[in-house]
Nanobody
């Protein structure tokens, strides 16, 4: 098992940027594909981005492609989500997750507790 802790959330104005981080402990994160998900109040959790174990494969939801960038540093047990050109609709709790396949959003079974991102208009 792996324990995940998100950080870097906060309040930002529309058009601004924010960088989220996810630190892991327990099993080395190189064993896992890593993903970011988000959930807004009253809405279902949705997939945001994912990265393969080696970092060579990435995937983005259409709503964030071109604005967000996922990256990982296995040596530092860290995954990042760089968020640029933020919009009010990006407001949500963002969760870091680990799973066996980066392209399979249904397979993630290790979750952090989340970090709040609020984008003001």
């Amino acid at each position: 098992q792996v324990q995940l802790v998100e950080s870097g959330g906060g309040l930002v104005q529309a058009g601004g940027s924010l960088r989220l981080s996810c630190t892991a402990s327990g099993r080395t994160i190189s064993r896992y594909a890593m993903g970011w998900f988000r959930q807004a109040p009253g809405k279902e959790r949705e997939f945001v981005s994912a990265i393969s174990q080696s970092g060579t494969g990435t995937y983005y939801a259409d709503s964030v492609r071109g604005r967000f960038t996922i990256s990982r540093d296995n040596a530092k047990s860290t995954v990042h989500l760089q968020m640029n050109s933020l919009k009010p609709e990006d407001t949500a709790v963002y969760y870091c997750a680990a799973g066996p396949r980066h392209y399979d959003s249904q397979a993630y079974d290790n979750w952090g507790r989340g970090t709040q991102v609020t984008v003001s208009s």
